[in-house]
């Protein structure tokens, strides 16, 4: 596959290229990064082509935004794609208060509050546009109203009466008014995609590990849902937050924990079947997900410029048929999942 191909998200006018670059490790989610490495990270992607940047306010409390902004303000505004997140605002810390948790590196010194309303949203965009300084920005989503993030049911249920009565409208107002190209939700599972999908008029969502060579659940509601709505679908997290990179390692991780024995059962299964075909165990993660005509792009994150040239290496391998089949024969992935040619 060539990572620097388009698709079209949805039935908006916006297109694009089949691999993204995500920004939460960016932000300090997985350890350190020096400013220099961060910022040559961003500029790698871009200089191969590839032209769509996700981020968010969360991702490392503001920091992931600046680094982006560093980079991508210096280049033309209609040469890239860029996508943010609402659902959080940030505050300043006080001198010597503890940092938030979540970031390894601690982030920039901000604390998030959950806001989805009308003024909340507004609110984030704004500050978004400032940390970014950039005039304008693509696609918003409506980021984390899950049951993985709030661990609550109850609390998922008034985020997302909260969100429609606030977050959404004030998002359909910008779109109308044509200062965004398309919205969504950035969500961790398929069930709250297509919650927010039936809720109100939509063009895309964001899904989060739920929809990979590992985990395939999408296909049960989600999907089929896409496709009557003509809603794009983006992949993030297409490794599963690790194994699907490292393989099915001591300490591999899988949903940000320590991956279940189960899970590395499955994943050495997997792995086996591309070995016998001589493919990499990344390259049939990250090119699995095309295979659905809704799959916009898979946006994988990156820590340094050489994670990013590696993930195009294995975007462009080529993978048989047989490999596809194989894994079916062998019900490693769902029979009813569309298969990349």
């Known amino acids: 596959m060539d990572p620097t191909a388009q698709r079209r998200l949805g039935r908006t006018d916006v297109e694009l290229t089949l691999v993204g670059l995500g920004s939460a490790p960016l932000g300090g989610f997985r350890g350190t990064i020096p400013e220099d490495v961060a910022l040559a990270t961003v500029w790698s992607a871009y200089n191969a082509g590839i032209t769509y940047f996700d981020t968010s306010p969360y991702y490392g409390y503001g920091r992931s935004e600046h680094r982006f902004g560093q980079v991508l303000r210096q280049v033309d505004r209609g040469s890239f794609v860029l996508s943010t997140k609402v659902g959080r605002t940030l505050s300043p810390l006080p001198p010597g208060a503890p940092r938030p948790g979540g970031y390894r590196d601690g982030g920039l010194p901000f604390a998030p509050t959950y806001d989805y ?16 300084g950039l005039p304008n920005i693509d696609v ?24 429609m009565e606030g977050a959404y409208v004030a998002l359909d107002e910008l779109r109308r008014a044509g200062d965004i190209r398309a919205i969504g939700g950035g969500l961790n599972d398929a069930v709250s995609c297509a919650r927010f999908l039936r809720a109100g008029d939509f063009d895309c969502m964001m899904l989060a590990g739920r929809y990979t060579l590992l985990d395939q659940r999408a296909l049960d509601d989600l999907l089929p849902l896409c496709q009557e709505r003509d809603a794009g679908l983006l992949i993030a997290g297409p490794f599963n937050s690790g194994i699907l990179a490292t393989g099915p390692v001591d300490g591999a991780k899988y949903d940000y924990s320590d991956a279940a024995p189960e899970v590395l059962h499955k994943v050495r299964a997997i792995d086996a079947v591309c070995r016998n075909h001589d493919v990499a165990l990344q390259a049939a993660a990250l090119q699995f997900p095309l295979g659905h005509p809704c799959v916009c792009a898979v946006v994988p994150g990156a820590m340094k410029p050489e994670e990013v040239e590696a993930n195009l290496t294995h975007f462009r391998a080529p993978i048989p048929a047989e490999l596809w089949l194989e894994l079916k024969h062998e019900r490693l992935i769902a029979e009813a999942a569309p298969l990349p040619t």
């Open 117 to 132: 309303s009308y003024d909340g949203t507004m609110r984030s965009i704004e500050d978004s546009y400032q940390r970014l």
């Open 140 to 163: 918003v989503f409506i980021h984390d109203v899950d049951l993985y993030t709030h661990e609550d049911q109850d609390l998922v249920d008034r985020y997302f009466g909260e969100a």
